[in-house]
């Protein structure tokens, strides 16, 4: 038996690639290395952080902005992206027994140069925690972005994504269901239509727009705005999550996650700024922030889903300029699925 574990169940770690000077980040490096000063300090206050860094020059340099070493362990290895969520293992329970599935990853539909990011998985393997654990490389493109788990049978994604001919271009829907339900354990798939919010280069990455907070609760991105270009398809998408039903035939708790005023790049091109890829950890919920008064809104409405959880806001203001947020850039592994990993370190 295969599950694929939600993101509010017990974590072990979580994983980061961190930016470099000669990485997509260059012009605005300072700003972005202090989101991840934060984000890395905060995740380290709850449970064990996974650097992956360049070279022994870039560690130290990492090490100088952290300051402390409390709960980090530090891996190098090359990266195309420091996009992790989508080309970093899904760990999956397969019979009680830890499996890290090593998708294949394509530069979100070609893009982008990948092969770095493709052959990650291999490198983690020879470093704790992930050293021994059992893997299973699947000869199927898919980003961990892209999908969401409640945890029990169900999986929500989207359309333009998961069946965009720029991925699995010889498969139909059935097909591409078979593998979901296959691979991750799950018994039935939730397809939304949706496009990509503004700027974001994943062909709608379910991140973006909807995320289990419980097996029978949502969290989704709205928009009140009927001047702004997503007011129309934002609402065909409440709708249609209007008609979901849980396993149990009963309707879902939809809680609706504003948008931020837009924010744009020196190109005047609308960037991808959301709610929605908030990244849960053990007892607490890291909320992206924006410099905005939605901030607070969307803090507020995650707090009732998460009652049990610290709300932490997290700036994510420049992460945007790089059509990302804080859920992109980082990978949990459950606890569940690393009890080797523990005692290892």
């Known amino acids: 038996m295969i599950r694929f574990p939600a993101e509010w169940e017990k974590q072990f770690a979580v994983l980061i ?3 470099h000077k000669s990485g997509d980040f260059t012009y605005r490096l300072e700003s972005v290395e202090k989101t991840y000063a934060f984000i890395a300090k905060t995740i380290t206050h709850y449970q064990k952080l996974v650097i992956v860094c360049r070279d022994d020059e870039h560690q130290e340099h990492i090490k100088s902005l952290l300051l402390d070493d409390h709960n980090i362990d530090y891996i190098q290895a090359a990266v195309n ?30 893009k982008y140069p990948y092969h770095e990011d493709n052959a990650l998985n291999h490198k983690l393997l020879t470093h704790s925690p992930f050293k021994g654990i059992n893997h299973q490389d699947i000869d199927f493109i898919l980003e961990g972005g892209s999908i969401e788990s409640d ?3 169900t999986i929500l994604t989207t359309r333009q994504c998961l069946l965009n001919p720029n991925r699995n271009k010889d498969l139909t829907q ?11 354990g799950a018994k039935r ?15 709608a990455h379910i991140d973006t727009l909807a995320r289990f907070c419980s097996p029978t ?25 209007e008609t979901f039903r849980t396993a149990t035939k009963e309707p879902y708790q939809l809680v609706a996650l504003p948008m931020p005023k837009p924010i744009f790049d020196e190109e005047d091109q609308r960037l991808p700024a959301n709610y929605a ?25 995650l707090a009732e889903c998460f009652p049990n959880h610290k709300i932490i806001p997290t700036p994510c203001r420049p992460l945007v300029h790089q059509y990302g947020s804080l859920h992109c850039m980082t990978m949990q592994f459950p606890e569940s699925a690393f009890q080797n990993g523990l005692l290892k370190l």
């Open 151 to 153: 945890g029990v049978d």
């Open 277 to 301: 890829n908030f990244l849960i950890i053990n007892h607490a919920v890291m909320v992206p922030a924006y410099d905005d008064p939605m901030d607070a809104i969307a803090a507020e409405r």
């Open 17 to 19: 690639a961190w930016p």
């Open 174 to 184: 059935l097909d591409i269901e078979q593998q979901l339900l296959q691979h991750l």
């Open 81 to 110: 992206d420091i996009w992790v969520r989508d080309t970093v293992f899904l760990t999956v329970e397969n019979n009680g027994q830890p499996q890290l599935l090593n998708f294949r990853f394509n530069g979100w539909g070609n």
């Open 217 to 241: 609760t949502i969290a989704y991105t709205s928009c009140d705005d009927s001047n702004d270009r997503h007011y129309h398809s934002l609402k065909r998408m409440e709708a249609q999550l």
């Open 189 to 203: 798939v939730l397809w939304i239509d949706q496009d990509n919010l503004a700027g974001d280069d994943t062909n």
